[in-house]
């Protein structure tokens, strides 16, 4: 990574973020810098920062290179994706292509699918004013995740020490933060899938990502 000067998050407890948080303390420890997002207060929406995401969410990545470029992403998916690559002992390479097809599956799985059900659960319970939810809507997402999403990462786990097989990769820290996020709601609750996160909870980075998990303001 020594065409990587300089990497600030913009973060906010057990969000989203959190994934890529584990993933940096993963690969760099604590060398990265962290902004944190007050989300709460509506820091998402100044101009300055909807100069960096017009989505208004964390994460959001500051990437300077050593050339002193500088580069904006955002997308917590993408960015695992990203910063996995410029470290293989957190991705297949794409050479290995039935490896790399797994992972990417996963991935996808995780950042798009399952993590849309978690959302609109908390929506509909959380967030929205509550005349604009949903119970019902909740419930069908929730019977998803049990029915659907759960035996797929039983069956892995079942078989695997992590979510892609024997090697721990980027693909984890979207998984684990999404279980840690569905265990919130009762969700998961399957001893292989307890096994898992018991196993993830236990590497420092992981301890160091959610370190902060106290200030999350529901």
């Given at each position: 990574m020594?065409?990587?000067?300089?990497?600030?998050?913009?973060?906010?407890?057990?969000?989203?973020?959190?994934?890529?948080?584990?993933?940096?303390?993963?690969?760099r420890?604590?060398?990265?810098?962290?902004?944190?997002?007050?989300?709460?207060?509506?820091?998402?929406?100044?101009?300055?920062?909807l100069?960096?995401?017009p989505?208004?969410?964390?994460?959001v990545?500051?990437?300077?290179?050593?050339?002193?470029?500088?580069?904006?992403?955002?997308?917590?998916?993408?960015?695992?994706?990203?910063l996995?690559?410029?470290?293989?002992?957190?991705?297949?390479?794409?050479?290995?292509?039935?490896?790399?097809?797994?992972?990417?599956q996963?991935?996808?799985?995780?950042g798009?699918w399952?993590?849309?059900?978690?959302?609109?659960?908390r929506?509909?319970?959380?967030?929205?004013p509550?005349?604009a939810?949903?119970?019902?809507?909740?419930?069908?997402?929730?019977?998803?995740?049990e029915?659907?999403?759960t035996?797929?990462?039983?069956?892995r786990?079942?078989?695997?020490?992590?979510?892609?097989?024997?090697?721990?990769?980027?693909?984890d820290?979207?998984?684990?933060?999404?279980?840690?996020?569905?265990?919130?709601?009762?969700?998961?609750?399957?001893?292989?899938l307890?096994?898992?996160?018991?196993?993830?909870?236990?590497?420092?980075?992981?301890?160091?990502?959610?370190?902060?998990?106290?200030?999350f303001?529901?």
């Open positions: 020594s065409e990587i000067k300089n990497l600030t998050l913009h973060h906010y407890p057990l969000s989203r973020s959190a994934r890529v948080k584990w993933l940096l303390h993963e690969m420890g604590e060398d990265f810098e962290v902004h944190r997002v007050a989300l709460r207060q509506g820091g998402q929406y100044t101009p300055e920062y100069a960096k995401n989505n208004h969410a964390v994460p990545l500051e990437v300077t290179y050593a050339d002193g470029s500088e580069q904006v992403i955002f997308e917590s998916m993408a960015i695992l994706t990203w996995a690559d410029l470290d293989d002992r957190f991705a297949p390479k794409p050479s290995d292509l039935k490896a790399r097809a797994d992972y990417l996963i991935l996808a799985l995780g798009s399952m993590d849309q059900m978690l959302w609109n659960i929506l509909h319970e959380n967030i929205l509550k005349a939810r949903n119970a019902a809507f909740a419930q069908f997402n929730r019977d998803k995740i029915n659907e999403i035996p797929q990462l039983v069956a786990l079942s078989e695997n020490a992590f979510i892609c097989g024997e090697t721990f990769t980027a693909a820290c979207l998984t684990g933060q999404n279980l840690n996020w569905a265990r919130a709601y009762g969700l998961c609750a399957n001893p292989v307890k096994d898992y996160m018991k196993r993830m909870k236990s590497r420092p980075a992981f301890q160091l990502a959610f370190a902060d998990a106290k200030d303001e529901g």
